[in-house]
């Protein structure tokens, strides 16, 4: 029901898309996240973004290199990543809310719906 793709391995410095396509009834009906896991690390929330795009959370860590938006048209959620660090090195995760409310979008219990996941390797 949640699609991700777009991982691949990139050089430092440069830039990916990740897509998460949801089936209609799932994405008009909640906010979306993007999540990622790295070896040894305990997943960590990216980027939420309300249903109408109204409001957004990332990671302070991230701000200002990554990007999340959705286009309902389509049942597509993006993350642009740019500036990529190898630490950002991870599964990323697209992820269905069932709550809109950006303070508890920052819960991963506010999460009910899970995509497979897409390796993102950033390495010279």
């Known amino acids: 029901q949640l699609q991700a793709s777009g991982g691949g391995l990139v050089q430092p410095g440069g830039s990916l898309r990740l897509s998460c396509v949801a089936s209609?009834?799932?994405?008009?009906?909640?906010?979306m996240g993007w999540y990622r896991q790295a070896p040894g690390k305990q997943r960590e929330l990216v980027a939420a973004i309300t249903r109408s795009g109204g409001s957004i959370y990332y990671a302070d860590s991230l701000k200002g290199r990554f990007t999340i938006s959705r286009d309902n048209a389509k049942n597509t959620v993006y993350l642009q990543m740019n500036s990529l660090k190898p630490e950002d090195t991870a599964v990323y995760y697209c992820a269905a809310s069932a709550s809109n409310i950006i303070s508890t979008m920052r819960r991963s219990s506010s999460y009910d719906r899970w995509g497979q996941g897409t390796q993102v390797t950033v390495s010279s």
């Open positions: 209609g009834s799932i994405f008009s009906s909640n906010a």
